[in-house]
């Protein structure tokens, strides 16, 4: 995490840099547009115009051209446009170069803020602490499975709200024989994520064998349920198919097992087929097909 947060630091030091630059230039930019306007000849040009107008307007009065009415129209017309000119070249006061200085690092500051909140919000902050204490496990050859239930017990008490904790804690609890417990470490991550398939069907094969493979009614709610919102769930189907080749169903058995082989993972799909062949002996009454337990074959899925 530390090598995080200094990556984090090293990608706002640019954007701090940019905000803060200006507070240097500040001074020099004040020098050059203070020796500007000084420096500005406008007015001067405007006066030597009207000069030059007035004496040519004086010379057209002189040669007959026009009359005293017409000269003193002009040079009333004249005398107003020097006004509207050098009225609009007037410049207020420069501000002092240190004048909004404090805002600037109030910017800066407001950047950082927003943007490690933003970070804290949508970041991945929780997932890098679950996977560096994984990572740590996997290294450790002296970890055993209640080191690492005890780990990720204390990151599920540290973000309770991450459903990648309750992920990997709810295989653990089931291989381990903490039934109970993996029935919360589901139902925890339904509540973060919704009632998915694939979490509805964890939780209804975990029912189904500590009802003892049967069928009960709470299982068969999860049954339905998964099967509404995905009718291929290859864990549902697997469930159903033990469930009829305990009831001497082997047909039934094997059109479930086959549906579910149609979208099973690889991890699934061996197991799957070993418990057809199975199924198929017992069709056909095979007598080695006796000594086969399909729940052997078929455990149930990481």
């Known amino acids: ?44 040009q405007n006066v030597a115009i009207f000069k030059r107008r007035l004496a040519s307007l004086n010379a057209a009065h002189e040669r007959g051209d026009i009359d005293t009415e017409q000269r003193a129209e002009g040079q009333l017309e004249l005398e107003r446009n020097l006004l509207d000119d050098t009225a609009d070249q007037r410049t207020r006061p420069l501000q002092s170069p240190r004048a909004g200085r404090l805002a600037v690092p109030l910017v800066a500051l407001g950047v950082t803020a927003i943007s490690l909140f933003w970070y804290l919000q949508e970041g991945a902050e929780g997932d890098l602490a679950l996977y560096r204490v994984q990572q740590e496990l996997l290294e450790d050859p002296s970890a055993t499975a209640t080191t690492y239930i005890a780990r990720l017990e204390a990151q599920a008490a540290r973000q309770p709200g991450n459903p990648n904790v309750w992920a990997a804690l709810f295989p653990l609890y089931r291989d381990t024989g903490q039934q ?39 299982v068969q709610a999860l049954v339905d349920e998964t099967l509404a919102q995905d009718p291929r769930q290859p864990t549902v189907l697997g469930l159903l198919g033990i469930h009829a080749f305990d009831e001497g169903d082997y047909a039934g058995a094997i059109e479930r097992w086959r549906r579910a082989l149609a979208t099973s993972d690889n991890a699934m799909a061996e197991s799957l087929r070993e418990g057809i062949r199975v199924a198929q002996e017992r069709l056909e009454g095979a007598p080695a097909a006796e000594r086969s337990d399909p729940t052997e074959i078929m455990p149930p899925r990481p």
């Open 180 to 218: 109970a417990r993996a029935v919360h470490a589901l139902e925890q991550l339904m509540t973060l994520e919704g009632r998915q398939p694939e979490v509805l069907a964890q939780l209804a094969q975990l029912r189904f064998f500590m009802a003892d493979r049967e069928l009960a009614p709470d």
């Open 1 to 44: 995490m530390t090598l995080l947060w200094i990556a984090l630091a090293l990608m706002l030091l640019p954007a701090l840099v940019c905000l803060l630059a200006p507070l240097r230039s500040a001074r020099a930019l004040y020098s050059q547009q203070q020796a500007f306007e000084a420096d500005d000849a406008a007015t001067e």
